[in-house]
């Protein structure tokens, strides 16, 4: 399949890889391209950002979650528009550990044959930009990299000095941005604000969009996407009839979901309804429940006041709904959630508080499932990541967890999932593309809607 491309990769985390890639995606659009987005690695909150812009609802590679295939296969899948734009992650070379390049932006480059921009923050040097630039160059043997934008830069003749130093590298420069404080994405925790909570926030990110554009070799770009070679035809998979109806949680406190997770579960079978635990006064009528992460903390006075929604959500988990939940859907399950001054309550199905810690969890990770979990998962090996700086205390003794993890931390000892009538619910998030859940799950909803 011909898909022009590019990717947009950083020498390190912070050099403004987010508003550079929401500004190509801009100057694309205005030369009247369509635009599909990517997002390598697990963030929630930098797709939103690219999906406010392109129009169309960003997908993310991850290797060690899909492995290489479910990557390839997702990116041909959805590059469903003249120019598909990945944006990296961390450092173009970054990726499951400093022992190779697994997981990084360079392995996506290199298993969608993608040609590669580096993202230069070139604030605090000159010529030694040059030797930055060329060190990423000859890293790899084939890095890809076929260009570089030149961010921060302090005036014109920092900018000569740069272009200068870079004609021995042989890199074009397809774009120079000047120093804007202005021109800033507000961050909270780990990374930005999502564009769901703060509505002005999508304007902001728009302008910041259309400023930087006028700053980039747009034309350029396109010429390089366009030289991308041919990537292999991979069928889609068939739908499934339509046999059961899955509720997803979906307002400013959950909004962490992977679009390709939703897909997978309508592909199986499941129409999705969408509801707001703030502000819904009903379950919609369904066979199942999905609870996804977010910031419910920063929420938590408005779910706290929506009693009938608390009180349903737990009826229907003690009557056998299947439910599953990921981190702020989890935390949403305790008793209360403890946020600055403030301690709120929750449903209560879980006999635990949620505490907000200065301490991030982190972390990539790898569990076994437990025999007998909900949804009959099998036991074997599933990947995911968590991050949170919530922590579970007053934890019941009785607590039954569905995973043994490998790798990360989990709830508590290397456990994860907590388990009660035919509920699920973890820190880990887990992308469906290489585990079972999306199908056991949907299989769960299909037995409940026959009961």
Not at 1 to 9: E, T
Not at 53 to 79: C, E, P
Not at 360 to 379: D, G, H, M, V
Request: proline share 4%.
């Amino acid at each position: 399949m011909k898909i022009p491309r590019i990717v947009l990769a950083g020498v390190t985390s912070g050099v403004g890889k987010t508003s550079i890639t929401t500004a190509i995606i801009h100057g694309l659009k205005e030369k009247g391209y369509s635009v599909q987005p990517f997002k390598v690695g697990p963030d929630f909150i930098d797709p939103s950002y690219l999906t406010s812009v392109a129009g169309k609802i960003a997908h993310n590679l991850d290797v060690w979650m899909m492995g290489k295939n479910g990557v390839l296969k997702s990116f041909i899948h959805n590059s469903e528009a003249d120019i598909s734009v990945i944006e990296g992650v961390m450092g173009y070379y970054d990726g499951f550990s400093g022992k190779s390049s697994f997981a990084s932006t360079y392995d996506v480059a290199n298993i969608t044959k993608s040609q590669v921009i580096l993202v230069l923050d070139a604030s605090r040097a000159a010529r030694s930009i040059a030797a930055t630039a060329l060190g990423f160059k000859n890293f790899e043997r084939n890095s890809r990299i076929c260009g570089v934008i030149l961010n921060k830069i302090g005036s014109k003749k920092h900018e000569q000095l740069c272009r200068d130093a870079l004609k021995r590298v042989k890199l074009p420069i397809l774009g120079v941005i000047p120093r804007n404080n202005d021109l800033q994405l507000e961050s909270r925790h780990l990374g930005l604000i999502p564009v769901r909570e703060k509505i002005s926030l999508d304007k902001k990110i728009k302008s910041i969009a259309k400023s930087l554009s006028s700053f980039i070799e747009i034309e350029k770009i396109i010429k390089l996407s366009k030289n991308a070679p041919v990537l292999p035809h991979i069928p889609d998979m068939k739908n499934r009839k339509k046999q059961t109806r899955i509720a997803v949680a979906l307002d400013e406190s959950f909004n962490f979901y992977y679009q390709d997770n939703l897909d997978s579960l309508k592909r199986l079978g499941a129409e999705i309804v969408y509801f707001s635990p703030i502000s819904d006064k009903k379950i919609p009528s369904c066979d199942g429940i999905y609870l996804g992460g977010g910031f419910p903390e920063v929420k938590g006075e408005l779910l706290q006041r929506n009693n009938s929604m608390k009180k349903l959500i737990k009826k229907a988990a003690e009557d056998g709904l299947p439910i599953y939940a990921e981190c702020g859907g989890l935390m949403y399950l305790t008793k209360s959630i403890s946020y600055k001054s403030g301690k709120f309550k929750m449903v209560g199905l879980f006999d635990a508080v949620t505490v907000m810690e200065q301490k991030l969890k982190l972390n990539y990770t790898s569990a076994k499932i437990r025999s007998n979990s909900p949804f009959s998962l099998e036991s074997k090996i599933i990947k995911g990541h968590e991050f949170h700086y919530s922590e579970l205390d007053s934890l019941s003794k009785d607590s039954k967890f569905a995973y043994d993890l490998s790798i990360g931390m989990g709830i508590k000892d290397k456990k994860d999932g907590l388990t009660v009538y035919n509920t699920l619910a973890s820190y880990m998030h887990v992308h469906f593309s290489n585990s079972p859940i999306a199908n056991n799950f949907v299989n769960a909803c299909i037995s409940y809607s026959k009961k």
